[in-house]
């Protein structure tokens, strides 16, 4: 039998009792037959103290620093793991992120995985031994330094090393029992999907679905490695993520609706005033572009006749937020405009399906399921299989819980129970 990799998020190791269950778990799987390789996030909030404290210290952390604090939240675990299963009387290892062999660039935070090398991996699987490698971490290939690669990546190391290894499967263990047609947390009759194209998640994940990092879903489609996220506080059969072309080899009846997302981590711009004239809003965005901040919906009004003026809107992180702003401030003077809008009171709230594509009126219904909730949109994108909407931040819920009902998506009986977590 293959290789398994499985991926045990906070929640699933957040103290000792949670650490020995998650061994007992990876036994049970080694049972079976298969070689295990396990990535494991650090304990519950472990993280985010670490980062607290941190600004307790320095209200600037240096990123090399800060990465070196960070990535010692995965060690505690990886170690700890291990040894639980030690005393189950099987055989484990932990390895860092550098010691798996997982190279990165050299961008402190947000690191991206360049190329992995797991040799000591698959020595301690040909060893008989389960590896246990801390996620979410990696190593520079130019400065050598510990880098991290973005809140969440644990999940990113999971299928890039199960990619790299040639795994049958990367499993993605949580609290929550697979990916639901919207989040359980806001949706308490949302159903859990049984199968989500790739192309489909990538959606959700790019539309504030947090069940699984973005990264880790385009690693997924690119090395064509099925996912299948499930709980690790249960053993029901989870959400499994396939590759698009395998969906197509298997014609089943698709849904046409996978699920409902939002997002509240976003803030919109508005440029007033700007005038209409070729090359403004390149050299808006190409100011945005330099500050290395990433835009996500554009809307430009049609100009006043009048003035020969318009107003451009767009949406950013909020993280960023201050940083566009002193950027578009700069540029006042050159480009001309009136002033600046700033509101991070905003939330989006998007539906992604791929069985839109082959059915009108998609747009229709979700827009007069938000009318009747008395939901007012700010702003609208859409790609192929997804229609995003901003709206107001406090209407979110709301927004999101009108349109899982229009589009039928409510469970008859409640199957969302979210087993632990803070939700921090
Ligand atoms: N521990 C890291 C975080 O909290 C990585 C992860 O959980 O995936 O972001
Ligand atoms: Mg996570």
């Given at each position: 039998?293959g290789?398994?990799?499985?991926?045990?998020?906070g929640?699933?190791?957040?103290?000792?009792?949670g650490?020995?269950?998650v061994a007992?778990?990876?036994?049970?799987?080694?049972?079976?037959?298969h070689?295990?390789?396990?990535?494991?996030?650090?304990?519950?909030?472990t993280t985010d103290?670490?980062?607290d404290?941190?600004?307790?210290?320095?209200?600037?952390?240096?990123?090399?620093e800060?990465?070196?604090?960070?990535?010692?939240?995965e060690r505690?675990?990886?170690?700890?793991?291990?040894?639980?299963?030690?005393?189950?009387?099987?055989?484990?290892r932990?390895?860092?992120?550098?010691?798996?062999?997982?190279i990165?660039d050299?961008v402190?935070g947000?690191?991206?995985?360049?190329?992995?090398t797991?040799?000591?991996?698959?020595?301690a699987i040909?060893?008989?031994?389960i590896?246990i490698?801390?996620?979410?971490?990696?190593v520079?290939?130019?400065?050598?330094?510990v880098t991290?690669?973005?809140?969440?990546?644990?999940?990113?190391?999971?299928?890039?090393?199960?990619a790299?290894?040639g795994?049958?499967?990367?499993?993605i263990?949580?609290?929550?029992?697979?990916v639901?047609t919207?989040?359980?947390?806001?949706?308490?009759?949302?159903?859990?999907?049984?199968r989500?194209?790739t192309?489909?998640?990538?959606?959700?994940?790019?539309?504030?679905?947090?069940?699984?990092h973005l990264r880790?879903?385009?690693?997924?489609?690119?090395?064509q490695?099925?996912?299948?996220v499930?709980?690790?506080?249960?053993?029901?059969?989870?959400?499994?993520?396939?590759?698009?072309?395998?969906?197509?080899?298997?014609?089943?009846?698709?849904?046409?609706?996978?699920?409902?997302?939002?997002?509240?981590?976003?803030?919109?711009?508005t440029?007033?005033?700007?005038?209409?004239?070729v090359?403004?809003?390149?050299?808006?965005?190409?100011?945005?572009?330099?500050?290395?901040?990433?835009i996500?919906?554009?809307?430009q009004?049609?100009?006043?006749a009048?003035?020969?003026?318009?107003?451009?809107?767009?949406?950013?992180?909020r993280?960023?937020?201050?940083?566009?702003?002193s950027?578009?401030?700069?540029l006042?003077?050159?480009?001309?405009?009136?002033?600046?809008?700033?509101?991070?009171?905003?939330?989006?709230v998007?539906?992604?399906?791929?069985?839109?594509?082959?059915?009108?009126?998609?747009?229709?219904?979700?827009?007069?399921?938000?009318?009747?909730?008395?939901?007012?949109?700010?702003?609208?994108?859409?790609?192929?299989?997804?229609?995003?909407?901003?709206?107001?931040?406090?209407?979110?819920?709301?927004?999101?819980?009108?349109?899982?009902?229009?589009f039928?998506?409510?469970?008859?009986e409640?199957?969302?129970?979210v087993?632990?977590g803070?939700?921090?």
């Amino acid at each position: 039998m293959g290789i398994v990799v499985q991926k045990y998020g906070g929640s699933s190791v957040a103290d000792a009792t949670g650490i020995k269950r998650v061994a007992q778990r990876i036994v049970a799987t080694r049972k079976h037959g298969h070689d295990v390789v396990v990535v494991v996030s650090a304990m519950g909030d472990t993280t985010d103290e670490l980062r607290d404290l941190a600004e307790q210290v320095t209200p600037l952390p240096p990123p090399r620093e800060l990465d070196m604090l960070l990535t010692a939240g995965e060690r505690i675990s990886m170690a700890l793991l291990a040894m639980a299963i030690a005393q189950l009387g099987h055989q484990a290892r932990s390895f860092t992120g550098s010691q798996a062999g997982v190279i990165t660039d050299s961008v402190h935070g947000r690191a991206k995985i360049i190329d992995i090398t797991p040799g000591r991996i698959e020595a301690a699987i040909a060893d008989g031994a389960i590896a246990i490698v801390a996620g979410f971490q990696g190593v520079s290939q130019d400065t050598k330094d510990v880098t991290t690669l973005g809140r969440g990546a644990s999940d990113t190391t999971a299928v890039a090393l199960a990619a790299a290894l040639g795994a049958e499967v990367c499993e993605i263990y949580s609290d929550v029992d697979g990916v639901f047609t919207a989040d359980p947390r806001l949706v308490p009759t949302a159903s859990k999907l049984d199968r989500v194209s790739t192309e489909e998640m990538l959606e959700m994940a790019a539309s504030g679905s947090k069940i699984l990092h973005l990264r880790c879903v385009e690693y997924a489609r690119r090395y064509q490695m099925p996912i299948h996220v499930r709980s690790s506080f249960s053993t029901k059969e989870g959400t499994w993520i396939i590759p698009d072309d395998d969906a197509g080899e298997q014609p089943m009846e698709q849904a046409i609706i996978a699920g409902v997302a939002h997002d509240t981590s976003e803030a919109k711009i508005t440029v007033v005033g700007v005038p209409d004239k070729v090359g403004e809003a390149a050299r808006i965005f190409e100011a945005l572009a330099a500050a290395e901040i990433n835009i996500d919906m554009v809307v430009q009004n049609i100009s006043a006749a009048a003035t020969g003026r318009t107003d451009i809107s767009f949406t950013l992180p909020r993280a960023d937020g201050q940083t566009a702003m002193s950027a578009l401030a700069r540029l006042q003077h050159e480009v001309g405009y009136d002033k600046l809008l700033y509101d991070d009171q905003i939330g989006k709230v998007s539906l992604i399906g791929a069985g839109m594509r082959s059915h009108p009126g998609i747009t229709a219904r979700f827009f007069a399921a938000l009318a009747s909730a008395g939901v007012n949109i700010e702003m609208i994108s859409t790609s192929e299989i997804r229609i995003s909407v901003i709206v107001d931040e406090a209407q979110v819920p709301t927004a999101v819980q009108a349109t899982h009902t229009a589009f039928d998506l409510d469970a008859h009986e409640v199957e969302a129970v979210v087993y632990g977590g803070t939700g921090r």
